[in-house]
């Protein structure tokens, strides 16, 4: 059945989550999606692309925009103009891994559509719907859209969902996304842990959680991370610091209500802010305190992290801290940190910082981003965090817990969110984190609206780059939204779909084995999927999912 409807003025198409609808783009650009299938309870996106051709003495249509069948959210996918799409020494976007690589409007913000699901799009010119829904009883669902003119149908496109009689596991991959909870106080100009402020906060872990993010950073102290050497980010600092007579005592109150509300939202993993600074553990964090009587920062950029008064007070404040994290009952799912990204050059300073810690925190608990395999291999830390194009080292050696990165440096074939890249690319990544048995995944910016050194508050809507620093798409990938409420993007959207996709993968891996799960993702792919070397295509992950949840099928009905 041809998806696509040809009106007098009006071009639409059905597409799945994995199409990025460029304003120039027309309709027949992209596959047409006709039939899709889920598990009970894992969330379904997919799209509408409508383009209105333009004639003569017509102001600028409404249009409606309606499903039947199944219940779902619309949302209107905006364009951003990506200020920096990637660097130029990218070497993948020869190879189709980019939908463009020039400045430019792209499709990312996802606008809930107003009451009646109205739509005004600019005449020849694509526009996109998105829609959203989650459907917990397995069936058949003849499922249509339907585009209407002021009540006259234009367009009606019909889908056909089948939803797997199997619920979608709970999610096993621990998830953090960076929780720059000082960004939410400049954006929403609002005091740090004020009220307002904790409202946003929650509004923000909520959203997170709902899209696959389980860990959140928790800032016992401002983090050590993007901040330009010498100068400061705003205080976040959740543990209270009195020194009287040399002595230290701490307050965690602000900590205890930080942990509350996370739970609340969902939260499962507390990720404990960095001990020692970014690239080296040269310095110790930003630290406040109450010192006779007076504020005062009593630790940043000019107090070495590694010797001196710091470490004498990590001696007095780890105990204390862990002690609390038991009594809360989440010791077992804290992960912290020594320093961001130490390379092989800082390998002795950071195994300095890590005996300064290890009296007192769990060895197998301890994780950083890192590249270099040297850090395992001489039992200096535990729990290695690589970067996904430096990660084969670290799949030969027998490591526990395993994790994985990306960030701005992993722009070479790998997978990866930027905005510029085609969803497939973000996509693939839970694909290569089941096949390598991949317990956690990290990424740096959930919502970091600041430039690069955080010296500045940007507009996010502007500005995906930290003011073309990164390539766009690397510095969040949820915007800030009206009254505190955060706007999802596709890449965020999709990005879950990956978190379901090995959730998925397990539940299948539960009842044929794990080889055949495996046999079947290189099979289709033609070759052995790695994190560098997979298909370059949506299709690729449509016909998996496909062939995933058939099997599941096919093994539940015995």
């Given at each position: 059945?041809?998806?696509s409807?040809?009106?007098?003025?009006?071009d639409?198409?059905?597409?799945?989550?994995?199409?990025k609808?460029?304003?120039?783009?027309r309709t027949?650009?992209?596959p047409?999606?006709?039939?899709?299938?889920?598990l009970?309870?894992?969330r379904?996106?997919?799209q509408?692309?409508?383009r209105v051709?333009?004639?003569?003495?017509?102001?600028?249509?409404?249009f409606n925009?309606?499903?039947s069948?199944?219940?779902?959210?619309?949302?209107?996918?905006?364009?951003?103009?990506?200020?920096y799409?990637?660097?130029?020494?990218?070497?993948?976007?020869?190879?189709?891994?980019?939908?463009?690589?020039?400045?430019?409007?792209?499709?990312?913000?996802?606008?809930?559509?107003?009451d009646?699901?109205?739509?005004?799009?600019?005449?020849?010119?694509?526009?996109?719907?998105?829609f959203e829904?989650?459907i917990?009883?397995?069936?058949?669902?003849?499922?249509?859209?339907?585009?209407?003119?002021?009540?006259?149908?234009?367009?009606?496109?019909p889908?056909?969902v089948t939803?797997?009689?199997?619920q979608?596991?709970?999610?096993?991959?621990?998830?953090?996304?960076?929780f720059?909870n000082?960004?939410?106080?400049?954006?929403?100009?609002?005091?740090?842990?004020?009220?307002?402020?904790?409202?946003?906060?929650?509004?923000y872990?909520?959203?997170?959680?709902?899209?696959?993010?389980?860990?959140?950073l928790?800032?016992?102290?401002?983090p050590?991370?993007?901040?330009?050497?010498?100068?400061?980010?705003?205080?976040?600092?959740?543990?209270?610091?009195?020194?009287?007579?040399g002595?230290?005592c701490?307050?965690?109150?602000?900590?205890?209500?930080?942990?509350?509300?996370?739970?609340?939202?969902?939260?499962?993993?507390y990720?404990?802010?960095?001990?020692?600074?970014?690239?080296?553990?040269?310095?110790a964090?930003?630290?406040?305190?109450?010192v006779?009587?007076?504020?005062?920062?009593?630790?940043?950029?000019?107090?070495p992290?590694?010797e001196?008064?710091?470490?004498?007070?990590l001696?007095?404040?780890?105990?204390?801290?862990?002690?609390?994290?038991?009594?809360?009952?989440?010791?077992?799912?804290?992960?912290?940190?020594?320093s961001?990204?130490p390379g092989?050059?800082?390998?002795?300073?950071?195994?300095k910082?890590?005996?300064?810690?290890?009296?007192?925190l769990?060895?197998?608990?301890?994780?950083?981003?890192?590249?270099?395999?040297?850090?395992?291999r001489?039992g200096?830390?535990?729990?290695?965090?690589?970067?996904?194009?430096h990660?084969?080292?670290?799949?030969?050696?027998?490591?526990?817990?395993?994790?994985?990165?990306?960030?701005?440096?992993?722009?070479d074939k790998?997978?990866?969110?930027?905005?510029?890249?085609p969803?497939?690319?973000?996509?693939?990544?839970?694909?290569?984190l089941y096949k390598?048995?991949?317990?956690?995944?990290?990424?740096?910016?959930?919502?970091f609206?600041?430039?690069m050194g955080?010296?500045?508050?940007?507009?996010p809507y502007l500005?995906?780059?930290g003011?073309?620093?990164?390539p766009?798409g690397?510095?969040?990938?949820?915007?800030?939204?009206?009254?505190g409420?955060?706007?999802?993007?596709?890449?965020?959207?999709?990005?879950?779909?990956?978190?379901?996709?090995?959730?998925?993968?397990k539940?299948?891996?539960?009842?044929v084995?794990?080889?055949?799960?495996?046999?079947l993702?290189?099979?289709?792919?033609?070759?052995?999927?790695?994190?560098?070397?997979?298909?370059?295509?949506?299709?690729?992950?449509?016909r998996?999912?496909?062939?995933?949840?058939?099997?599941?099928?096919?093994a539940?009905?015995?």
């Amino acid at each position: 059945m041809n998806n696509s409807t040809n009106g007098p003025y009006v071009d639409a198409r059905l597409v799945s989550s994995l199409e990025k609808g460029l304003v120039n783009g027309r309709t027949e650009d992209y596959p047409a999606l006709t039939q899709i299938s889920v598990l009970k309870g894992e969330r379904l996106n997919f799209q509408l692309f409508l383009r209105v051709a333009p004639y003569e003495n017509r102001r600028r249509r409404l249009f409606n925009v309606e499903t039947s069948g199944i219940d779902t959210a619309a949302y209107e996918v905006r364009q951003v103009y990506a200020d920096y799409p990637c660097f130029n020494v990218d070497r993948s976007r020869e190879d189709g891994l980019y939908i463009d690589s020039t400045t430019g409007l792209y499709p990312d913000v996802l606008e809930p559509l107003d009451d009646g699901s109205r739509l005004r799009p600019l005449e020849d010119t694509l526009t996109a719907v998105w829609f959203e829904t989650e459907i917990s009883q397995a069936g058949e669902y003849a499922v249509t859209v339907t585009v209407k003119e002021e009540g006259e149908t234009v367009a009606q496109l019909p889908l056909s969902v089948t939803v797997i009689d199997a619920q979608l596991p709970e999610q096993s991959l621990i998830c953090t996304q960076w929780f720059h909870n000082d960004c939410l106080a400049s954006y929403y100009n609002v005091p740090v842990f004020s009220e307002e402020h904790w409202r946003i906060i929650g509004n923000y872990m909520r959203f997170a959680v709902r899209h696959g993010i389980n860990c959140i950073l928790t800032p016992i102290f401002t983090p050590p991370l993007d901040t330009e050497i010498g100068s400061e980010r705003p205080t976040v600092q959740l543990v209270g610091v009195t020194r009287t007579a040399g002595k230290y005592c701490f307050d965690f109150t602000l900590l205890k209500r930080y942990l509350d509300l996370a739970k609340s939202c969902g939260v499962r993993y507390y990720e404990i802010s960095h001990l020692f600074s970014q690239w080296g553990a040269e310095f110790a964090p930003k630290v406040v305190a109450v010192v006779d009587g007076t504020l005062q920062r009593i630790f940043g950029w000019d107090t070495p992290g590694t010797e001196g008064e710091y470490p004498r007070f990590l001696k007095a404040f780890l105990p204390e801290l862990t002690d609390f994290l038991r009594r809360e009952g989440v010791m077992e799912r804290c992960r912290f940190h020594v320093s961001d990204e130490p390379g092989e050059q800082h390998l002795e300073r950071y195994l300095k910082a890590k005996q300064i810690v290890a009296p007192y925190l769990p060895e197998e608990a301890v994780m950083d981003a890192m590249s270099s395999v040297e850090f395992y291999r001489r039992g200096i830390i535990r729990t290695p965090v690589p970067s996904s194009n430096h990660i084969e080292p670290f799949l030969e050696e027998d490591i526990k817990e395993r994790w994985t990165y990306y960030c701005c440096s992993q722009f070479d074939k790998v997978a990866n969110r930027f905005i510029a890249y085609p969803a497939f690319r973000n996509r693939i990544l839970g694909v290569q984190l089941y096949k390598y048995r991949i317990d956690g995944f990290l990424q740096w910016g959930y919502n970091f609206y600041y430039s690069m050194g955080s010296r500045r508050l940007i507009n996010p809507y502007l500005s995906q780059s930290g003011e073309r620093q990164v390539p766009s798409g690397d510095t969040f990938s949820v915007y800030p939204g009206a009254a505190g409420q955060p706007v999802a993007s596709t890449r965020l959207a999709v990005f879950h779909e990956a978190v379901q996709d090995i959730d998925a993968l397990k539940l299948c891996e539960s009842l044929v084995g794990r080889d055949k799960v495996v046999a079947l993702i290189d099979s289709l792919a033609g070759r052995p999927v790695t994190f560098a070397d997979y298909p370059k295509s949506a299709d690729y992950l449509l016909r998996l999912r496909a062939e995933v949840n058939a099997l599941i099928a096919k093994a539940i009905a015995g």
